[in-house]
């Protein structure tokens, strides 16, 4: 069984800062990709980044282009969300996932990740 653990979560004001935390134990699984997803209340799990094993490729979502960077250190099993210049529109829970099957080019589909964590509340204050 694999489990991740999202940390780093929290209330911040506009223009501010955080770095959320993915840690990955349990079963392991080769290159994985590994995603961020968000979901604010009354909408739908939205994609907003992406990573592959190696690190060399990822990918985001337009709203979050030019702010967010995604990295991972595979030496701690950990995934790396940091959002800078956070604006109240990106309140929302956000979600780790892993895709063990590594389909780069589906990417942006929640369905294709089979591991999900538990979420962290990240609130923006205008």
């Known amino acids: 069984q694999v489990q991740l653990e999202e940390s780093g979560g929290g209330l911040v004001q506009a223009g501010g800062s955080l770095r959320l935390s993915c840690a990955v134990s349990?079963?392991?699984?080769?290159?994985?990709?590994m995603g961020w997803f968000r979901q604010a209340p009354g909408k739908e799990r939205e994609f907003v980044a992406a990573?592959?094993?190696?690190?060399?490729?990822?990918n985001y979502a337009d709203p979050v282009k030019g702010r967010f960077t995604i990295s991972r250190d595979n030496a701690k099993n950990t995934v790396y969300l940091q959002m800078n210049s956070l604006k109240p529109e990106d309140t929302a829970v956000y979600y780790c996932?892993?895709?063990?099957?590594?389909?780069?080019?589906?990417?942006?589909?929640?369905?294709?990740?089979?591991?999900w964590g538990q979420g962290t509340q990240v609130t923006v204050s205008s």
């Open positions: 990573i592959t094993w190696s690190g060399l490729s990822t």
């Open positions: 996932a892993a895709d063990s099957a590594a389909n780069w080019g589906t990417r942006f589909r929640s369905s294709q990740y089979n591991y």
């Open positions: 349990g079963r392991t699984f080769s290159r994985p990709v």
